[in-house]
C-alpha cells in the first residue's frame, strides 16, 4: 500500500480511538464503486478491533422491490432493517442481530451476529443514506478517477463490468447528487492508494 493509504488509515484510527467514551461509537464508509470502500474497511477494523456490517447485506429481494427499481437509487436496498436490527441495537449496547441477504442465492442467509462493543464500521454503497442519518459518529466517503474505478472493476467484475457500467455506476451516480453524499464528513480520494 502507499505511503498515502497508511497515512490515512492511521489518520481515521487516531480519530476514532480518540473519541470519548462511554457510548458506542459508529463510523460509516460509503463511497462509489472500486473506490476501496471493502478493503479499507476490514483493514481499519482489523486496527482497531470492531466488527463491521456491509450494506451489501442488506439488499431487498427481487419480488420486495419498487417496479424500476434500476432507476431510481437506493431502491434495491433495506436500509431500515440494517437500522431496525444493527444499528439501533448497537447503539444502546446490545447485540445485534440479522441474516444478511445473498443475492446469488435469492435467500437470507445464516444468522449474523455484532456483539455488543465500543466500535462498529458499517461499510458500503449507501450507508450515508438520510433514512441512517443521526447514527454516525463519523462518515467517510470514499472517491477515485473514473479511469481508475473503471480499471479496478473491470479486475474486480470481469464479465459482470457491463452490469456496473449501465446500471450500478449510474444509480450510486445519482445517488451521490440526490443526497448531496460525500458532504459533512471525510473525504478521501483513493486514486493513488493501490
Known amino acids: 500500500m502507499s505511503p498515502v493509504y497508511e497515512g490515512t488509515l ?8 480518540g473519541a470519548p467514551a462511554g457510548r458506542p461509537f459508529v463510523a460509516a464508509i460509503d463511497g462509489r464503486s472500486g473506490s476501496g470502500k471493502t478493503a479499507f474497511a476490514q483493514r481499519l477494523a482489523e486496527e482497531i478491533s470492531c ?17 424500476e427499481w434500476e432507476k431510481t437509487p437506493c431502491a434495491n436496498m433495506d ?3 440494517l437500522r431496525q ?6 447503539l444502546a449496547g446490545r447485540e445485534a442481530v440479522y441474516r444478511p441477504y445473498l443475492c446469488g442465492e435469492k435467500t437470507y442467509g445464516p444468522q449474523r451476529r455484532v456483539p455488543a462493543g465500543e466500535v462498529l464500521l458499517v461499510e458500503g454503497s449507501y450507508s450515508h443514506h438520510k433514512e441512517l442519518a443521526g447514527l ?21 467484475e470481469g464479465d459482470h463490468f457491463p452490469a456496473f457500467e ?29
Open 136 to 156: 454516525y459518529d463519523l462518515k467517510i466517503f470514499l472517491t477515485c478517477s473514473l479511469d481508475v474505478q473503471k480499471k479496478r472493476l473491470r479486475e474486480r
Open 79 to 81: 436500509l431500515m432493517r
Open 166 to 194: 449501465q446500471t450500478w455506476i449510474p444509480l450510486e451516480e445519482a445517488y451521490i447528487a440526490r443526497y448531496d453524499i460525500g458532504r459533512g464528513g471525510l473525504l478521501m480520494d483513493t486514486t493513488a492508494w493501490f
Open 85 to 90: 436490527e444493527v444499528l439501533e441495537p448497537f
Open 51 to 67: 466488527p463491521v456490517v456491509h450494506t451489501d447485506d442488506f439488499y431487498l429481494p427481487v419480488d420486495k422491490r419498487v417496479p
Open 10 to 17: 492511521r489518520l481515521v484510527t487516531e480519530l476514532i480511538l
